[in-house]
Antibody, heavy 122, light 107 residues
């Protein structure tokens, strides 16, 4: 079964840091670009970041550029998102998502993790 | 950024009704348009990709059409399990962007 399982969320103070992990299984992780999408409580979906299948190329939404870092470990089938300089407006459920087709950096998101909640508050 | 304008933001319909949601892009995105369903407390689920292709395993009552800037998502016969929020998403331009969502309820 193709599966994504996020972890690492929690309560953090403004200005703090957190690292989210996403463990992938059931597919050839190294062949697929991976992305992060977030959803603030009661709000819609917001695109956050992307990383190519090899890890060489990355992309960040303006709202997180310079503060978040996406990375991946293809040997351990794990995606990461390092969150730094956190703000109240970063409070959201963070979803790890897989693209549908191999080797395409941008595509439909066919598999979503269950999400991990990040709360930024003092 | 490409703005994706979904309408309506919410709707109420009876079981068996035909339901239509529209999504308008602020510029031409060809057919790089996907539709997702999100049930309360759950992650979104891909239903339609590339504007009109039904994702494997998705019920055939779901369909999509359109290209360029105007897109339509249809539920041919609304079922109780279709209660959810539906989102369109473009992936032609960075940043990828989502519509604001359409909440579908049973009348």
């Amino acid at each position: 079964e193709v599966q994504l399982v996020e972890s690492g969320g929690g309560l953090v103070q403004p200005g703090g840091s957190l690292r989210l992990s996403c463990s992938a299984s059931g597919f050839t992780f190294s062949s697929y670009a991976m992305h992060w999408v977030r959803q603030a409580p009661g709000k819609g979906l917001e695109y956050v970041s992307a990383i190519g299948n090899s890890g060489r190329s990355t992309y960040y939404a303006d709202s997180v550029k310079g503060r978040f870092t996406i990375s991946r470990d293809n040997s351990n089938n794990t995606l990461y998102l390092q969150l730094s300089s956190l703000r109240a407006e970063d409070t959201a459920v963070y979803y790890c998502v897989k693209v549908s087709r191999q080797h395409l950096p941008y595509d439909a998101f066919d598999i979503w993790g269950q999400g991990t909640m990040v709360t930024v508050s003092s | 950024d490409i703005q994706m304008t979904q309408s309506p933001s919410s709707l109420s319909a009876s079981v068996g009704d035909r339901v239509t949601i529209t999504c308008q892009a602020s510029q031409d995105i060809s057919n790089y348009l996907n539709w997702y369903q999100q049930k309360p407390g759950k992650a979104p689920k891909l239903l339609i990709y590339d504007a009109s292709n039904l994702e494997k395993g998705a019920p055939s009552r779901f369909s999509g059409s359109g290209s360029g800037t105007d897109f339509t998502f249809t539920i041919s016969s609304l079922q109780p399990e279709d209660i959810a929020t539906y989102y369109c998403q473009q992936y032609d331009f960075l940043p990828l962007t989502f519509g604001g969502g359409t909440k579908v309820e049973i009348k």
